[in-house]
């Protein structure tokens, strides 16, 4: 089984198609992952790995780890286009995720103000006052729909909770109408026999559904790049993403394709 953990709370710069020259900050365990999906594509591979023994980082363990490492990039006049919440799992289960957010915009302003805070999140914890007060104060909120199919999104994203279902979700993502960020990982292929295909003229027709409940700031399609925990799932490439987005375009929504 794949398990390509990020060892440090703070990690980077590493380059990202997404998002530029990105610092990421990791609020999850250094030898293990936590996380209320279990997306068959996760680069920090399966859950199944276990929770590992750090635990999570506190909130001043963050702090100065960052403001350290931004010393440090500053002093030597690097550049940085965006730190970034990511890791192994997912950001906002930590119990400080609303003051970790607010200390690294502090330390943001204080050494690369003219750089962006993004959340990479996985939508679940959007019913909960503190994350929901945090992911607005951030400048890129971006949140994952892999599927407006509650039967797909469940077979991809295999979250733990069983009353996770993609209405409710897209309900929930109706709250950052105009700010958030949604990102949709495009795939096909299948896990334990079952076929596994988001790219269907249905699926796709729901997403867009679900886009023009939502109204996102702007959609971000991307595709497999590395290797998955599952390995019969299969790249989409990008003149098909590129397709997909031009469906996506025509109904008025501005979108991103990452391939
Ligand atoms: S939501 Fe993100 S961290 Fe969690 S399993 Fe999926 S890809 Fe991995």
Redesign the pocket.
């Known amino acids: 089984m794949q398990t390509v953990l990020f060892h440090e709370t703070v990690f980077g710069p590493i380059h990202s198609r997404r998002l530029g020259i990105s610092l990421g900050v990791n609020l999850m365990p250094n030898d293990g992952?936590i996380?209320?999906?279990?997306?068959l594509?996760?680069?920090?591979g399966y859950?199944a790995q276990g929770q590992g023994t750090t635990g999570v980082p506190t909130r001043k363990d963050v702090h100065s780890r960052l403001n350290a490492r931004l010393k440090e990039m500053h002093d030597k006049g690097e550049q940085l286009d965006v730190i970034t919440f990511?890791g192994?799992?997912?950001p906002t289960l930590h119990p400080d995720f609303k003051e970790i957010v607010h200390d690294v915009l502090s330390l943001r302003n204080k050494y690369y103000p003219e750089a962006k805070v993004s959340v990479?999140s996985?939508s679940t914890m959007i019913t909960k006052k503190s994350v929901i007060e945090a992911l607005k104060t951030v400048d890129n909120n971006i949140l994952?729909l892999d599927s407006a199919i509650s039967h797909t999104m469940r077979l991809i994203?295999r979250p733990k909770s069983v009353n996770v279902q993609s209405e409710g979700l897209i309900e929930d993502l109706k709250q950052f109408s105009g700010t958030c960020i949604i990102q949709t990982m495009m795939l096909r292929g299948s896990h334990n026999g079952v076929r596994i295909d988001n790219t269907t003229d249905e699926e796709i027709d729901a997403l867009i559904a679900a886009y023009l409940a939502i109204k996102p700031r702007e959609v971000m399609l991307y595709s497999i790049d590395r290797k998955t925990p599952e390995e019969q799932l299969e790249k989409v490439e990008k003149e098909e993403l590129e397709a997909i987005a031009r469906r996506i375009e025509a109904a008025g929504i501005k979108v991103q394709v990452n391939a």
Request: net charge negative; hydrophobic share 15%; charged share 25%.
């Open positions: 992952k996380c209320s999906f279990d997306c594509y996760c680069e920090a859950n990511s192994n799992g997912e990479l996985n994952k994203n």
